[in-house]
């Protein structure tokens, strides 16, 4: 089954002839170069996808783009608020390597265990949440320079130190 990375979602439409605004978490400025499609989720768990025409960067988190068969702000209008994903081929090409969202995958390690790979990053303005999946349960770790002990990009692994008892909460 192909992974998907929920990148960031369609936040308005620009123009009057179908373009959209996607706002991303890829972490630098993104054209959309070498991707066939942007998956848009149109009910939880069901992604449809778009084929992108042309992409143009705004800034750091926005980019616009047009996709095949939305020719009219209102079709344009239809896709705002939904989440917006890539399979993650296309996803790895795109994300900057300083980005929080790259470490989804990475492995998150205690000095003790290997808690297993990192799901999906959420990220709030004094921390970064990493959810991963914990004996079966969802469980979210804080990233912060007080629990990051290191990142070893080479090996894909997150190093942290978290305070007693975080665990314990998800077990």
Do not use: C
């Not at 992108?52 to 020719?71: F, I, P």
């Amino acid at each position: 089954m192909k992974e998907y990375i929920h990148i960031g979602k369609i936040v308005a439409s620009f123009g009057l002839k179908g373009e959209v605004i996607l706002k991303h978490a890829l972490g630098k400025k993104t054209v959309l170069k070498g991707v066939e499609a942007l998956f848009i989720e149109e009910q939880k768990g069901q992604y449809l996808p778009y084929f992108v025409e042309t992409s143009r960067a705004r800034d750091q988190e926005e980019t616009y783009v047009k996709l095949e068969g939305v020719d009219t702000k209102e079709a344009a209008n239809r896709l705002s608020s939904r989440r917006a994903w890539l399979p993650e081929e296309d996803f790895r090409k795109l994300a900057g390597k300083s980005s929080p969202i790259s470490l989804i995958g990475y492995q998150l390690v205690t000095e003790e265990e290997d808690l297993g790979p990192i799901l999906e990053v959420i990220e709030q303005p004094h921390q970064v949440l990493l959810r991963i999946d914990l004996a079966g349960k969802e469980a979210y770790i804080p990233l912060h320079e007080e629990t990051l002990e290191k990142i070893d990009h080479k090996n894909g692994k997150i190093h942290v130190v978290l305070p007693d008892g975080l665990l314990d909460i998800y077990r």
